[in-house]
Nanobody, 124 residues
């Protein structure tokens, strides 16, 4: 059974930083692309970033490029999202998700397992 558990969300002022973590279990973590998505109040879920199963390549949405960094620790089944220079428009519930096996993607429909989400609130 695939289980993904996010942590690290919270309230931060604009310009601040947060690091989200996702602990994965129930599958061979190092064989799958992993990603972060978010859903802001009243908006559709959107892609934030994804990372290749090897950790050697990452993809970012334009809105977060240069501010967010995704990384992974395949030895410990951990996924991270370092967020810097946060803006009020980054306020959302952030979800960790498992992507395709040995393939890259940013399409939510290709991510088959999701965490419960962690709230990030950025005050102005």
């Amino acid at each position: 059974q695939v289980v993904l558990v996010e942590s690290g969300g919270g309230l931060v002022q604009a310009g601040g930083s947060l690091r989200l973590s996702c602990t994965a279990s129930g599958y061979v973590f190092g064989s799958y692309t992993m990603g972060w998505f978010r859903r802001a109040p009243g908006k559709e879920r959107e892609f934030v970033t994804s990372i290749k199963w090897t950790g050697t390549w990452a993809d970012y949405a334009d809105a977060v490029k240069g501010r967010f960094t995704i990384s992974r620790d395949n030895s410990n089944n951990l996924l991270y999202l370092q967020m810097k220079n946060l803006k009020p428009e980054d306020t959302a519930v952030y979800y960790c998700a498992r992507g395709p096996f040995h393939a890259n993607s940013r399409s939510a429909h290709e991510f088959d397992s999701w965490g419960q989400g962690t709230q990030v609130t950025v005050s102005s």
